[in-house]
């Protein structure tokens, strides 16, 4: 099954907000600083089983686009991370996007039919980001 579990990434973008949102820093509360601190983020997955033999069950185009509008109230999302001249870190809400990818592996739902965390699965997820990109929040 190791060669099954392969994820291929399709397709690699950033989203960005639909409309202009507000360009400013905002500084993370004692909670937000502590989450980071402990790795507090949530990798999270859903599985959805095909209920028709459509192509585009998963229309990338309109994901990208509902995404985008998304980020429009939501925009820190759209944003990086950094530090403030103070060294405290802060959300740049630049409007850079978030990172999109689509990505297919041969595997199926019912192979995670009893599904347990693990370093294996967790390989299977992508994007592997680099802390010091200051991505503030991705999906694939």
Do not use: W
Not at 47 to 64: E, G
């Amino acid at each position: 099954m190791a060669g099954e579990e392969e994820v291929q990434v399709v397709e690699s973008c950033f989203v960005t907000p639909a409309k202009d949102t507000p360009r400013k820093a905002l500084r993370l509360s004692p909670l937000d600083l502590l989450m980071l601190a402990n790795r507090g983020y949530t990798p999270l997955v859903h599985f959805y089983r095909r209920r028709c033999s459509v192509d585009d069950f998963f229309d990338v185009a309109k994901l990208k686009t509902a995404l985008g509008k998304a980020l429009v109230p939501f925009y820190p999302m759209a944003g990086r991370l950094r530090a403030d001249a103070d060294g405290r870190l802060e959300i740049d809400c630049n409007g850079e996007g978030m990172p999109f990818l689509v990505a297919h592996c041969h595997l199926t739902v019912d192979d995670f039919s009893e599904f347990k965390p693990s370093p294996r699965l967790r390989g299977l997820f992508v994007p592997h980001t680099d802390d010091s990109e200051g991505i503030v929040c991705s999906t694939q």
